[in-house]
């Protein structure tokens, strides 16, 4: 009796391009860069993330990083380190982190393609996750 054993490889597809969660502007590179340069303590970075909130249901978070976390996406755009909370990855894909300085408020601002809507005085939205086909 012959055996015949072959190898048997999955074949080969083309590697998906994985686009970057966030973005920058120059603005809010500038900014980031600012912030950690004046902190009391060191960091590890600053982490974006969204929680439930508001009125429009979610709102976006920031805050100082002590520890990178190993389930943290890390976003590297115009020579800034940006951390991105793992439960935060679907609702932010494509989004484009800025600042503005404006006569009244200054701070940062998220173009999100996920976002649907936002409350009256902008402090939350409403976001739909992408979903993991669509990436």
Known sequence: MTTITQDIAPPKRPRRVI?????LTDAAAD????LMANTDKPIAGVRVGVKNGGCAG???TLEYAD????????V??????????PKAVLFLLGTVMDYEVGKMK???????PNQ?????CG?????????????
Do not use: H, W
């Open 19 to 23: 686009p970057k969660v966030m973005t």
């Open 31 to 34: 900014r980031v860069r600012t």
């Open 58 to 60: 979610m709102e976006y």
């Open 67 to 74: 520890a990178r976390s190993p389930l943290d996406e890390v």
């Open 76 to 85: 590297e755009d115009k020579g800034v380190g940006i951390l991105v909370d």
């Open 106 to 112: 200054s701070g940062f601002v998220f173009r999100n």
């Open 116 to 120: 649907t809507s936002s409350c009256g």
């Open 123 to 135: 402090e939350s939205v409403a976001i739909t996750p992408q979903k993991l086909d669509d990436i």
